[in-house]
């Protein structure tokens, strides 16, 4: 028999009864998949199984973050909403708060319009992360940044964005890929000076998860953000 049970604010620990451990949302809209994850409806509340070979926030969930700043209510923007696969997760833990999220390319924007059919707390936005003054006139002050931009300067990135729309005391979490800062260097090197980075720009680290084996040379920081 499936069991579930909370593990953070409206993220969820499902038991399915076969020994694989999951974790899952309540569905803000019954009945709809966004990228094919399964549905498991547990007394009588309807469950989406998050994938973490799909979602790096999902990831570091099951590696063992020890905190989840995303709860219940919680204002964010997310960088890099690609099709929408975790921003829609995103959406189920805040479920009444906005979540603002961000995507560059026009194509995959049009996808992620379509995940957001149904979610009235998902707002998508097409527009360059490197640049939050295009998107000021949308974005509120929120509680928390999730970035996954594959870009060289990702640490800058949340950093540009936390000065703009970051409440003092919020979270930032960016999933770093060392391959998108540099090829050649030693991912923990780079892992180290993005890190630095955003110590000495406002945010106080408070975690880190490696996220393999779901993403090869990737690391989630999670920082408090002390303004500047």
């Not at 199984?49 to 709860?71: C, D, F, Q, R, T």
Request: proline share 4%; with cysteine.
């Amino acid at each position: 028999m499936a069991k579930v049970k909370e593990k953070f604010d409206n993220v969820f620990e499902l038991d399915l009864g076969d020994g694989i451990k999951r974790i899952g949302t309540k569905s803000l809209v019954h009945n709809k998949r966004v990228y094919g994850e399964k549905l498991v409806n547990i007394k009588n509340t309807e469950y989406r199984v998050w994938n973490p070979n799909k979602s790096k926030l999902g990831a570091s969930i099951i590696n063992g973050l020890k905190e989840m700043p995303i709860k219940k209510g919680s204002k964010v923007l997310y960088l890099g909403a690609s099709a929408g696969t975790t921003p829609s997760h995103v959406a189920d833990v805040a479920e009444n708060s906005p979540v603002y999220a961000v995507e560059f390319a026009p194509r995959i924007m049009r996808e992620f319009v379509e995940s957001c059919e149904g979610r009235k707390n998902l707002f998508p936005i097409l527009g360059d992360a490197n640049k939050p003054e295009e998107y000021a006139n949308i974005v509120e002050k929120v509680d928390v940044i999730f970035e996954d931009v594959a870009q060289p300067n990702q640490a800058e990135i949340l950093i540009k964005n936390a000065k703009w729309f970051l409440k003092e005391g919020g979270f930032g979490m960016i999933s770093i890929k060392a391959r998108s800062v540099d090829v050649t260097e030693n991912p923990k090197v780079i892992f180290e000076a993005q890190k630095e980075i955003m110590e000495q720009n406002g945010f106080t680290i408070i975690d880190a998860i490696n996220i393999e084996p779901f993403e090869k040379d990737h690391i989630l920081f999670v920082g408090i953000w002390n303004g500047q």
